[in-house]
């Protein structure tokens, strides 16, 4: 019986040989890899900032509509803005411009169907409420009337407004593009 096994001392030499030149690589490309580590990782925490960031950067980020969803949606909203004038936005997949970040390619769906101004937050529901059609001279006239017969002042058109949409209740801040 030998002390000495043959077969186990050639594969510790030939790991103590494969380790020697995994390190004698790597410090010699130190110069290379470290600088380009470094680089990538700050293109990915760029990537993920700018992707997930609250309010869109416009330098770093640009929108998009085109994946399959939004072509598929697009068949079902299409016919109803034209009846309807919504005006919901399609371009809504942020994208990492690869210009500015060229290694890591990131997406986020937003939901770009909030009111970018005050005419859009009041047209957008008045236009799906069914009294809004209403809403007119006529209507307010006949409303005058029933109030005076009535004797009733919620009839009236001042106090009964059909298809009224309160603005005030939205924050000033929300009406940002995100």
Sequence with gaps: MSLFNKEKGQGAAEFLLGLTLLVVV?????????PAENTQTKYLKLS??????????IENTKLSGSYRLNDDLGRVFGPIDRLLPVNLESDNLRVTDPTKIPTFNMVRLTDSWEARSESDLISRPASLVVNSVLSGEVTEIIQDGLGRIFLAEELESDSLIFGHIDSDVVPENALTER
């Design 48 to 57: 993920r900032q700018v992707t997930w960031e609250k309010l869109r950067d």
């Design 26 to 34: 790597t410090v010699s490309f130190k110069d290379v890899l470290l």
